[in-house]
């Protein structure tokens, strides 16, 4: 196969990369994947708090991500939505020894008073994003939801660990929880819970791996990966599939991770 879009004609790279996101959007994802963390429990509100948690740490080692998931069940006591609504200030003491990288408990203290908030005063995760969904993408949003997040008491050094795209982030870590929660659960990966969100109003979480590939496939040619570059792969993935462009996350995930000798 090319190793370039400017060896495929358009309805040849749209064979090619959707023929990669069937192949890699199947339940073998997720063994190596941190959605196999939510994919431990059933109920809405559990997957939606341990998955917000886990993308937000989701950089780094993925087997130490997926640990450090496993950590994070254990210490809201196997049940995260009961944990969060119903703490009390002994509670959250073993919060204040878990670490991944520089998110530390302090952190995750924070994160948890925080969901209590959004659970008991703003309807809940989903309709945050719900609420203000955008005509063309969910990036606005993303930034009104960390203002509320962080309308509670908090510490200037914990808003770092959640990005804001009208500063020119790619807020590929959210931008991932959304795909997760958004995207249909056919195959047996992302879990299709928000059923009032377009899937095709979804952003590609954008990292050094996909957007490696990406600029190969001719599919973005902006050299950082930020909110410019991620708007403007937004608009040649949603050229492919208008309707649910981010499955395409799964190809070029898949490619960067399994067929480096295509690159």
């Given at each position: 196969m090319a190793k370039s879009s400017l060896k495929l004609s358009k309805s040849e790279l749209k064979e090619f990369i959707d023929e990669k996101a069937n192949l890699y959007e199947s339940p073998k994802f997720i063994g190596t994947d941190p959605i196999q963390i939510p994919h431990q429990f059933t109920k809405k509100e559990d997957i939606e708090i341990i998955g917000f948690l886990v993308a937000t740490i989701a950089w780094g080692n993925?087997?130490?991500?997926?640990?450090?998931?496993?950590?994070?069940?254990?210490?809201?006591?196997?049940d995260p939505y009961d944990f969060v609504l119903n703490h009390g200030a002994d509670d959250l003491k073993p919060l204040h020894n878990f670490v991944h990288r520089t998110f530390n408990g302090s952190d995750l203290?924070?994160?948890?008073?925080?969901?209590?908030?959004i659970y008991l005063n703003h309807g809940g995760l989903e309709l945050i994003f719900q609420s203000q969904n955008a005509n063309e993408d969910l990036q606005p949003v993303i930034s009104r939801f960390k203002s509320i997040f962080f309308e509670i008491p908090h510490t200037t050094r914990t808003q770092k660990h959640i990005s804001d795209p009208l500063k020119n982030s790619a807020a590929k870590r959210i931008n991932m929880f959304l795909r997760w929660m958004v995207r249909p659960a056919t195959a047996g990966v992302d879990f299709g819970l928000w059923k009032n969100i377009s899937p095709g109003l979804?952003?590609?979480?954008?990292?050094?791996?996909?957007?490696?590939?990406a600029r190969q496939?001719?599919?973005?040619?902006?050299?950082?990966?930020?909110?410019?570059a991620v708007a403007e792969l937004d608009s040649k993935l949603r050229?492919?599939?208008?309707?649910?462009?981010v499955k395409y996350d799964f190809a070029l995930f898949g490619l960067s991770a399994f067929e480096k000798d295509l690159f």
């Open positions: 993925r087997k130490s991500i997926i640990n450090n998931g496993n950590k994070l069940i254990e210490i809201l006591d196997n203290i924070t994160f948890v008073e925080s969901l209590k908030n979804l952003s590609c979480p954008l990292d050094v791996h996909s957007g490696r590939i496939l001719g599919l973005l040619t902006r050299v950082q990966n930020d909110a410019k050229k492919l599939d208008p309707k649910d462009p």
